[in-house]
């Protein structure tokens, strides 16, 4: 009878793969997104469901080669990453699975995850115009368009080209205009440069407030860092296309990996970080918006203004990044 029991027990335990120990269960994230802005969110996570998260965070494109790398043996169930851009080619190098979910998509606007559902936005961060006070640039800005007019000549700074940021703003203007108009656009700009493009946002912002240019194009996130850092730099931001498109609007999101071990788990998690609980820390700690129209941003974010961000699905600046880079190595944007 006895025995009977324990074998029947045995089976029940061989049917539960998903548990590491008896009722422990476990999820294995790969992280873009660094660590002080995963770890108390999974922390919160553990605390209220006991499922443990073990993470690795790393560059974007090297977690993406060792999914690669790794295959079917790969140890991760998820796959955080920063920029659509980098979401459209993880679901492209075939890492990542559909995850049908009606919670997910009542969370994450359809403009802000994948069409064929590989990858969901957990955050929103607005590329806008930030210009320097003391200048005449306030009265005087539009859309990012107009950065190509002459009058902003010597006066604009750009980050490099070779970020995944730039060329995901270039393919939006492509999916708007047509690769001609967008070609003139970026020619216009590099034309305008006050200073060969900086390796980072933080770098064009400081060029800025320096007076090295007037104007530069950053996520604001990096304005809100330098400016809890430096509250005394002559910076503020500006919100364009506000009569036409839009503010150019890009997400940090996840998707469930092809080989995933834990998939159930990891789709629940992905609907935990996408819910209310989460949303406003998950974005919070970094200083974006949210993805999830329920939450209100954080305090300091939510000074910067309101303002239209543009619609476009965010899928496209991975479909249209292989002839974004082209145009803006034609356009000599280094
Ligand atoms: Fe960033």
Redesign the pocket.
């Known amino acids: 009878m006895l025995s009977r029991l324990l074998a029947v027990m045995m089976l029940l335990c061989i049917g539960l793969p998903n548990y590491t120990s008896a009722g422990e269960e476990e999820i294995v994230v790969y992280s873009a997104r660094n660590e002080h802005l995963i770890q108390p969110i999974f922390e919160a996570y553990t605390k209220k469901t006991g499922v443990k998260v073990k993470y690795i965070t790393g560059d974007a494109g090297a977690l993406l080669e060792r999914l690669k790398a790794e295959g079917t043996n790969t140890p991760a169930d998820m796959f955080i990453t920063?920029d659509a851009g980098n979401l459209w080619q993880a679901a492209r190098a075939g890492v990542l699975q559909p995850v049908s979910s009606e919670l997910l998509e009542s969370n994450v606007p359809a403009n802000l995850q994948d069409p064929e559902n590989m990858w969901f936005g957990l955050s929103v961060r607005a590329r806008t115009i930030v210009y320097n006070t003391t200048s005449n640039a306030a009265g005087k800005l539009t859309t990012y368009e107009d950065l190509a007019n002459e009058n902003w000549k010597k006066r604009l700074i750009l980050r490099t080209s070779k970020k995944v940021?730039n060329q995901s703003l270039v393919a939006s203007l492509i999916a708007e205009h047509g690769p001609e108009k967008a070609e003139q656009i970026v020619t216009g700009w590099v034309a305008n440069l006050a200073a060969d493009p900086f390796s980072n946002?933080t770098k064009a912002l400081e060029a800025v407030a320096a007076g090295i240019g007037d104007v530069t194009v950053v996520?604001t996130?990096?304005f809100g860092r330098l400016m809890k850092e430096k509250p005394e730099l002559p910076l503020a931001i500006f919100w364009p296309n506000q009569s036409t498109n839009g503010v150019h609007m890009n997400v940090s999101g996840a998707g469930v990996t092809s080989h995933a071990k834990h998939k159930e788990a990891a789709i629940k998690l992905l609907e935990w970080l996408s819910g209310e609980e989460a949303q406003g820390q998950f974005a919070g700690l970094n200083m974006e918006y949210p993805v999830n129209k329920t939450v209100s941003p954080d305090p300091v974010v939510a000074e910067w203004g309101t303002f239209t961000g543009n619609p476009m699905n965010v899928a496209k600046y991975g479909e249209l990044q292989g002839e974004a880079i082209m145009l803006m190595d034609r356009a000599g944007y280094k």
């Open positions: 920063v940021y946002d996520n996130y990096y």
